[in-house]
């Protein structure tokens, strides 16, 4: 239960200041789309999902290279009949970034939905293997985990990429497949094994257990977990866009 966990005061404190600080910037970015919508319509929720976990970072990413993309910029460019400039001014590795929390968003809300059902419903774990295939919890939880991220990543990828492809619906829903499926599960890749050290290791050194899904040490170390998912779907996403599969955004 999450009363018995008790966390170093300096853990506690460093838990909120920086859920506190994602969600600042959160709704800073939620208040840009809003008044400068994305030309990509989905990513008017990829950079305020984003900027829960990735802070400074992601609101520095959107003012360098978010506001290139806007509706605004695209119309101007097309009056003049040039190229929009998030395509003329963006380099290749923030293209990339780009694309990557792209995925990341998906994961994030996934990965939310999925632990707060799980905690709130215990029986849902049960459904995905806790006490038959898995004796830790988590592990179940990681299954719904992936099935919802995996579910959200497909209608993000789709809206992206149907529009700039021109695509019918079922050659659209094999595209965003391709070009969401690897890009996904190398993020997952990054997120469970960070979760897996802190839970498994730094927490029970510090606590003597793992943190529970109710208390801000759980979704601190979720931000963390989501920055090293960040990085290890960064090459996937390189060779992914790289190749045609995914688009440049």
Known sequence: MSAAFAAPGWL??????SLLLGGACSLLLSVQVIRHPQHMTVMNVVWPVCALFG???VVWAYFRYGRLATMEAHHHAM???EKPPNMTRTPFPAMVGKGALHCGSGCMLGDVAAEWLAFLM???AVWFGWHSLFEEKMY???VLDFVFAYALGIVFQYY????MRCLSPGKGL???VKAETLSLISWQVGMYGLMALVQFRIYPALTGQSAPVNTVEFWFAMQIAMV???LTSYPVNWWLIGSGIKERM
């Open 174 to 176: 094999v595209a965003a």
């Open 55 to 57: 802070t400074l970072a």
């Open 79 to 81: 009056e003049r009949d």
């Open 122 to 124: 215990p029986a849902v």
């Open 12 to 17: 506690h404190a460093l838990s909120v200041a």
């Open 140 to 142: 179940a939880v990681w």
């Open 228 to 230: 090293a998912g960040f």
């Open 160 to 163: 992206a990429i149907v529009p």
